[in-house]
């Protein structure tokens, strides 16, 4: 079971947390049929989606992490809730690039470094807040340290990590979110560098043992922890029906029938679950009649 665990030191100066995602992340490669580097990027996005969004609290709200770095992955994307449940997608889950010189997946080219990396958190107010910031190299983890500390001026230390078996499938994946609260010494931040280094890579840590809780009491091991929270995370996706109708209607009359006169229907699929949705003839000149006698109204995406 897939989790998230959320801390504070004692002594109030450092915030953390940290989930383990092996099982959705999983989930999104069975869905999307990614090769094992879109599996690392994409896994690591739901990763770093999960553990922000937990942190809106607002009933409603999401957060949606988008990574376009030029790369032959193209848009790497992930959606949380206020739980920390998300979905995601890459655009091109087939890429397939030679590993490092260090035996390692080269996430880092395929998503590319010439680009951008947007969170877009939707607090339910009239306009959402939106930050981005350039790569520095595509690998996820240091493009998001620098998001915390150039958006929202948070020092901030992250690891996302995803291990791929050799049959494809997800061994690890998880990943933590270390940051400075205001009035932080300089004894603390050497206290927090020194147990990043030392704890070494997180795959290793997150092979060892999955539990998120010992990732940050192995990390922050030369601090006293207080657990705030812990929660069951898992890949949630929340299409449906009628959401999709939303989508259809934003085409216009003219086009629905036009759908329903040359394709006698359409299918439609998600772009985060892969679900079909089919509209046959009939109700797509339905929706058709139905938006003339109310008003074209204005498109809603799903």
Do not use: W
Not at 17 to 27: C, I
């Amino acid at each position: 079971m897939d989790r998230l665990v959320r801390a504070i030191t004692a002594d109030g100066m450092v915030q953390a947390v940290a989930v383990t995602t092996r099982e959705l992340t999983e989930r999104a490669r069975q869905i999307h049929k990614t090769l094992p580097v879109g599996t690392a990027a994409l896994g690591r996005t739901l990763a770093a989606a999960s553990m922000m969004g937990n942190a809106l609290k607002d009933s409603g709200a999401s957060l949606t992490l988008q990574i376009k770095g030029g790369g032959p992955l193209g848009t790497v994307m992930a959606v949380s809730d206020n739980q920390g449940n998300v979905r995601g997608y890459v655009t091109n889950p087939q890429v397939n690039l030679p590993l490092r010189s260090d035996g390692k997946l080269d996430v880092g080219a395929a998503v590319g470094g010439e680009g951008t990396l947007t969170v877009i958190k939707d607090l339910n107010m009239k306009e959402p807040y939106i930050g981005s910031v350039e790569l520095l190299g595509g690998e996820i983890a240091e493009d998001l340290a620098t998001y915390f500390v150039e958006s929202e001026q948070i020092p901030t230390a992250c690891a996302l990590g995803v291990l791929v078996d050799r049959d494809q499938s997800v061994k690890a994946a998880g990943g933590y979110i270390i940051q400075l609260l205001p009035g932080a010494s300089e004894d603390v931040i050497g206290r927090v560098e020194g147990g990043v280094l030392a704890a070494g890579p997180v795959t290793r840590l997150l092979e060892q043992n999955d539990d998120p809780e010992h990732l940050l009491r192995t990390v922050l091991s030369d601090f006293t922890l207080e657990t705030l929270e812990t929660v069951s995370i898992a890949y949630r996706c929340y299409c449906s029906r009628e959401r999709v109708e939303r989508v259809l209607v934003s085409c216009g009359p003219a086009e629905l029938r036009d759908m329903a006169a040359r394709q006698g229907g359409c299918d439609l699929l998600c772009q985060f679950c892969d679900k079909a949705y089919h509209f046959t003839a009939e109700e797509l000149q339905t929706l058709a009649e139905e938006l003339e006698a109310a008003g074209e109204g204005r498109p809603e995406a799903f």
